[in-house]
Every structure is written in structure tokens, then in C-alpha cells.
């Protein structure tokens, strides 16, 4: 632990222990009265009290997300300081506190866990669709080795849609904005016969999307749809059953887009190729389509001693992946592969016991079962120098994991509480690959013998509580996060580097924190220390676009955060957040980059860039931002009878690498330990008007996002081909219209 960051613990500290004594009268609540303001959250997989819980979390309902303009998953940085999400190609990528992943492809994972009604998400393709049907959103800050430990090094989402109501309900709302952006949503829910209840949801959205091609047409399009089932069974009061059915298509292929800025391989042919952010010069359009059918059923019983719940979901996706990858009219050159499979399987169980005097204890396990395959194959084809006929690859990918946990709450005294928990994580990959490598004569199949890799890790927890009023209390953490090895999915040009695995990641995290809460003020902060070993690093290579994947020994990330939300009157809500994060490779002297290569090839005239060895150690983390900032005001008046409601939401993000953390290199001395692929800091401004009839079942809006017309980068990285990038939402307003009964 460095001095530096003891300085900064030092001094969280302090604030944390000015804001105790300096605003008692937020936690004077009587004991056993009835508060306002409370946030139940299942962080500890039980409900509790989010100020009752050692763990810095953002909890934001789905009308508050809606109001403040978080419609997709990528959007989630504007309500939480400390989140950045970003894209890899046509893959949703969040960062939490500067743990992201930087590998990039089917079969995949991220390091920051998605869970949708308690179902874990390991496509990162398929979260890119709209937020719809929202309950609430918990996004866990820091490893959650222990409770939600599946690849969660960085932390976790959870996501909860609308359950099954008992008296019927109804609502809908359309909305149509910029690029003719029409979105159409629909719930019903309500009972069926005693102890039986539905609910059905369903969203559709229609956009051009603001790429243009030179040749006119709309290059990346999106069109996302939604449905959501659920029917819920209580046959007696202790037992609930609830199965699910969602159906799901996305196709969002903006980071697909490709765009050559800079350094571009083919800057000089005819018809000259697009080369600003927000237009293309591709021969068609991209497909970055997923298609997810999920079975879910999840069966709670309410025991003697506490509830048992299981969690069995069975889902199949089939994805596409279909991009232009040089950028031009005139070199046709395209990666395909259209049959991706991929069936996952998982079951979990988890006993959450509270009738042992002064202990609150969870006992899980869980299961799971992934298998990726694209049997139709993936190609590069096209003609590029040296002219070869297309390649076609073919990967099956096969992951088989078990874990069990344990987490306990002892209460010491009245006011002091200890936990302390562990995971075991066992998981076995199998890999396999085949290869036509497109020479001519070259028809068969050369197969890749299956290799296979196990990996396992014990993730321990320990935290200590201090509860200094019926609403306010502090706590020191101690917890692990695990990453489980892989291999390399991605298409390559060597089977032999596709058989190696990864190692798994490790993070060791520290924290202290303090939370207060009262029935209209809320205020939370945090300091932490990372300890991070081998980091799954990936960066694309000359060639054919594919990526090197290694290890970086280790990271240091350290920071401190804080948040709070007040309602001085009835219809003014105030809310705000800030977080510091200082994330840097440390000993990483053996990391692949890509600077530019002046002087030779076939563009000697601007350079082309090349892979290289570099040294990465002391740099800036991708995602990883040292300042973020929100805030956001909703105001509610009496207008004509009914309720306006305005929001601003607003938020800051100083300079931080994208995705690719290459350096400029010795062959650019002037900036040669310089990060190339930086996006400066930003701001964005995001308003909404709604009005709501007399009668609460009427309303009326208007919506900008994005009023200052900002450009910030979605995507920013480089290739053989050149420098991409691609810019996120310009400026986008619309009206909407909607009813509930």
C-alpha cells in the first residue's frame, strides 16, 4: 500500500467522520418508527436496508432512470459516478471503479457482472438492447467474490423487472425523436384465479440511427424488441413459483461501424473513404444482431428457519457478426459469421436463514453449463494484398462451473456487526478449433485436438460494521474477486495461440465507508485499494483484425466516491455523486501495443501502424477516468389541474483511454509515452417534461438528451487499417405519450 494512497484513505476518513458529526439530525429517526425514504436493496442476497448494507452501491428506480435519460445500459455513467461503459466492436463493455475488460469476442465475459431478476447475463452483445420494464437497477461497486462471484472482479448489476401485480394493471407510452427514432412499449399484469398472476411486457424501437454512409443509405440502423412473460404461482402462502419467458433481438451495430480517422492503410484510393466520426464508406451494412430466448423459473419457500429460492434458467442466443473491415467502397474485405450458437444453463440455490438468534446467514450454490459454437464458420474474404481466397474458422467453446458460498452477519453488540463469508469456484473450459486457411487446395478441415484448462479459486469476505445511529453507519471491508482463465475465441490465424489460455484475474479490494439516511436526506461515501494480478489484456494485431491476448501482472487502483440525494419539499428531489479514481498498470514492461510505423508500407506517405512491444507500466487504465460527476434536480408544479414534471440530469468525465491503451511508441519521440487512443473530458446535459392529467392516468412529454450536442467517443481504437473511431448520440429530443390504469 503506497503512501500516497494512505493519504487518501487518511482523508477519506475524515470526511467520512465530518459528515457524522456535523448532520446528527440526519439519523435521529426513533428506533422502530416509520421512515421515509427507505431503499430496500438485495446486495447480500436478502432485503435490507441500503444504508444497513457495508457496501458502496447506486440504487436507482427504473422511473428515475427513465426521467434521466438512462434508455440503454451504456447510459448508466450518467446516474453513477464511477461507471463508464463503453463498447468493444458490437460488445457492451462497463467499467466500475477502472475494472473492464479489455478482451473482445464471442465467448468473452465481462468482469462486471450482469443479473436480470437474478439470472446471470454472460453475452455481452444481448444487454446491449433498451432498459425496459424496470423495477430498479443496484449496481454494485467493488469485487463481489462471495455472493454474486461469477466473473465480478469489478462488481455487479442488478437489474429487476416488474413482478406480477395482484389487482390488474395496465400501461403503454409511445415516443418518436431524432432519426426517426420510434419506440413502442406495453405491460399488463394483474390475477388469473386465486394465487395465480401474470404480467406481459413488450417493447419495440425503430431508429435510423445518425451513421450515414457517402452512398446515402443509414449504416447502422437500430431495431430492438422486447418480451417479457411471467406467471407467478402461490399455492399456499409460504411457497411462490415464477416463470419466465423473454424473447429478445438486438441490433445496435454502431461499434461496427467502422470509420479509419487516421493513419488510415487505404487513405488514398478512389472514391476517397469516409473519415470523420458519425459518417462510413462501407460496402453494406454491418449486422451486430443477437437473438436470445430465455426460460426462466425461480421458486421461493418460505421455511421454519428462513427462505430457500432456485434459480433455473435455460437460454439459447444466436448471433450475428457481419462487418466491412478496411473501411472503403473499393477493397471489399469483410468478416462473417453468422452461426453463433451459444446455450447456457444455470441453477443456483440460496437459503437465507434469520431465525438464529443475533446471525443472519446465506448458504448457496450454484451451477452452471455455457457452450459456444459457430458451426456455419466465421470468414475473412475479400482482396486485400497478399490476395488470398477466403479463410473460413470454426471454434466451439465449452465451460462448465460449480460454486458454493457461504456469507454470516453476527451481531457482536446492539451496535457493532461482523461478516464474513467465502466462494469456492471450481470451472472447466474445453476448447476446440478448426482451420481452412483459404490456400488454394486447402478444402479440408485441419483439426485443433480439444484442449481443455481448469481453474479454481477460494474468494474470501470480511467486513465490520459500526452503526453509530438507527440510520447511519460506517464499516472496513475485505473482500476477493476471480476471473475465471479462458481461452482465446476470437478468430485467429494460428490454432496454436487459440489452445493457450489465460490466467484467471485476482483483485484483493479494501474499503471503508460511511452511510446516513433520514426520511428526506441520503449520503454515502467511500474510500478503497485495489490489489490487482493478471489482467486479461487484449490488443489487435496487423493482419487480418484479430486480438493478441495476455496478462498483465498487476494494477493498482485506489479512490475514494460519494453520493447523496435530498427532497428539501415535496416535489424537488435533488441528487449528485462524485468519484476519484487512480487506476495505473504497474511492471507491465512486456504489454503489445500499437504505434504508428512512419516510412515504409504501402501508405509511407502518413504512416500506418504496426504492433510493437511496449512498456505500459504507470499508465492509465482503459475506462478508468481519474474525476466523474452527476447531478440531477426533478421538479414537480400544478399546471392546468394536473402535475409537470421537469428533470435535469447532468454529467462530467475528465480525459481517459477508451479502450485500447497503446502508447505512441519510439518511433514518435515527441509523444512516445504518450496513450494514443484518449477522449477528452466531457460533459453532457440530458432534460425532460412530462405532464400528467387530473385523473394520474394521462401523460404528455418531451425529452433532449445530449442538449450540448457533445461528441465523445463510443469506440477509439486502432488496427492495421488504421485509427477508428466512432462517436456515441449526438444531440436527440422527441415527444412521447403514455397511460396507466
Not at 226 to 240: D, Y
Not at 503 to 524: C, L, M, Q, V, W
Amino acid at each position: 500500500m503506497t503512501r500516497k494512497f494512505a493519504r487518501h484513505i487518511l482523508s477519506g476518513a475524515i470526511l467520512a467522520s465530518g459528515v457524522v458529526l456535523a448532520a446528527p439530525s440526519f439519523a435521529q429517526d426513533a428506533p422502530g418508527a416509520a421512515s421515509g425514504n427507505e431503499i430496500i436493496v438485495t446486495a447480500q442476497r436478502r432485503a435490507e436496508r441500503l444504508e444497513d448494507v457495508p457496501l458502496a452501491i447506486t440504487a436507482v428506480s427504473g422511473e428515475t432512470l427513465e426521467r434521466s435519460g438512462v434508455r440503454q445500459l451504456g447510459n448508466i455513467g450518467q446516474v453513477a459516478a464511477g461507471v463508464q461503459v463503453n463498447r468493444g466492436g458490437a460488445f457492451t463493455q462497463p467499467a466500475i471503479r477502472g475494472v473492464s475488460t479489455l478482451t473482445l469476442g464471442f465467448g468473452f465475459e465481462n468482469n462486471v457482472a450482469v443479473y436480470v431478476d437474478g439470472f446471470y447475463q454472460p453475452d455481452a452483445v444481448s444487454i446491449n438492447g433498451d432498459l425496459v420494464n424496470l423495477s430498479s437497477m443496484q449496481i454494485l461497486k467493488g469485487p463481489q467474490g462471495t455472493l454474486y462471484g461469477r466473473n465480478a472482479t469489478g462488481g455487479a448489476i442488478i437489474i429487476e423487472t416488474l413482478a406480477p401485480s395482484e389487482t390488474l394493471t395496465a400501461s403503454g407510452e409511445v415516443s418518436y425523436g431524432r432519426f426517426d427514432d420510434l419506440r413502442v412499449k406495453g405491460y399488463v399484469s394483474g390475477p388469473l384465479a386465486e394465487g395465480v398472476r401474470f404480467s406481459l411486457a413488450g417493447f419495440h424501437r425503430k431508429s435510423d440511427g445518425y451513421i450515414r454512409d457517402l452512398e446515402g443509405f443509414d449504416t447502422a440502423p437500430i431495431r430492438n424488441t422486447t418480451v417479457r412473460a411471467k406467471l407467478e404461482l402461490q399455492p399456499t402462502e409460504k411457497l411462490t413459483a415464477t416463470l419466465g419467458y423473454n424473447r429478445v433481438f438486438s441490433d445496435d451495430s454502431r461499434g461496427l461501424a467502422y470509420t479509419y480517422i487516421a493513419h488510415h492503410l487505404f487513405a488514398g484510393v478512389t472514391p476517397t473513404p469516409a473519415n470523420k466520426p458519425g459518417t462510413s464508406s462501407l460496402n453494406g451494412r454491418p449486422d451486430g444482431s443477437v437473438r436470445m430466448d430465455e426460460y426462466t423459473a425461480r421458486v421461493k419457500w418460505d421455511t421454519e428457519i428462513g427462505t430457500l429460492t432456485s434459480y433455473t434458467g435455460y437460454a439459447h442466443r444466436h448471433s450475428h457478426s457481419v462487418f466491412d473491415i478496411d473501411g472503403t467502397k473499393t477493397q471489399p474485405l469483410f468478416s462473417s459469421s453468422k452461426g453463433l450458437r451459444q446455450n447456457t444453463f444455470q441453477q443456483s440455490f440460496d437459503y437465507v436463514i434469520d431465525a438464529i438468534d443475533r446471525l443472519d446467514l446465506v448458504v448457496g450454490a450454484s451451477y452452471y453449463n455455457d457452450v459456444l459454437n459457430n458451426r456455419d464458420g466465421a470468414r475473412y474474404q475479400g482482396t486485400v494484398p497478399p490476395a488470398a481466397p477466403a479463410g473460413l474458422q470454426q471454434i466451439r467453446l465449452a465451460s462448465e462451473a460449480m460454486a458454493f458460498y457461504v456469507d454470516a452477519t453476527f451481531q457482536l453488540t446492539d451496535k457493532l456487526f461482523l461478516t464474513g463469508g467465502a466462494r469456492y469456484h471450481d470451472e472447466h473450459r474445453e476448447f476446440e478449433y478448426r482451420e481452412d486457411p483459404g490456400f488454394p487446395g486447402a478444402v479440408v478441415f485441419a483439426p485443433r485436438p480439444r484442449v481443455a484448462a481448469n481453474f479454481h479459486a477460494a474468494t474470501p469476505r470480511a467486513v465490520l460494521r459500526y452503526q453509530i445511529g438507527p440510520r447511519t453507519n460506517v464499516y472496513a471491508s475485505y473482500t476477493q474477486g476471480f476471473r475465471s482463465g479462458v481461452f482465446n475465441p476470437a478468430v485467429v490465424p494460428s490454432p496454436a495461440e487459440a489452445g493457450i489460455p489465460v490466467r484467471p484475474e485476482k483483485i484483493k479490494s479494501y474499503e471503508i465507508g460511511f452511510k446516513t439516511a433520514s426520511s428526506n436526506f441520503r449520503f454515502d461515501t467511500a474510500a478503497y485499494y485495489y490489489d490487482y494480478r493478471d489482467l486479461q489484456v487484449a490488443v489487435t494485431a496487423v493482419g487480418p483484425p484479430r486480438q493478441i491476448l495476455f496478462n498483465a501482472p498487476k494494477a493498482e487502483i485506489y479512490g475514494a466516491e460519494a453520493q447523496f440525494s435530498y427532497t428539501p419539499i415535496q416535489d424537488l428531489q435533488l441528487r449528485g455523486g462524485v468519484a476519484y479514481v487512480h487506476a495505473r498498470y504497474k511492471d507491465f514492461v512486456d504489454s503489445a501495443g500499437n504505434p504508428v510505423a512512419f516510412g515504409t508500407g504501402l501508405n509511407a506517405a502518413t504512416g500506418f501502424n504496426t504492433t510493437q512491444r511496449q512498456d505500459w507500466s504507470n499508465q492509465q487504465m482503459a475506462r478508468a477516468p481519474t474525476w466523474t460527476v452527476n447531478g440531477g434536480i426533478d421538479y414537480t408544479v400544478d399546471v392546468a389541474g394536473g402535475r409537470l414534471t421537469g428533470t435535469v440530469n447532468a454529467n462530467y468525465t475528465s480525459s481517459y483511454v477508451v479502450t485500447n491503451a497503446s502508447l505512441y511508441g519510439p518511433l514518435d519521440p515527441a509523444r512516445a509515452n504518450q496513450q494514443r487512443y484518449r477522449q477528452g473530458a466531457y460533459g453532457l446535459v440530458n432534460l425532460s417534461l412530462s405532464w400528467t392529467d387530473p385523473s394520474d392516468r394521462f401523460t404528455l412529454g418531451a425529452y433532449a438528451d445530449n442538449v450540448t450536442n457533445t461528441h465523445y467517443a463510443l469506440i477509439y481504437s486502432g488496427s492495421a487499417f488504421g485509427d477508428t473511431k466512432q462517436y456515441s448520440d449526438p444531440v436527440t429530443y422527441g415527444v412521447r405519450a403514455g397511460f396507466k390504469y
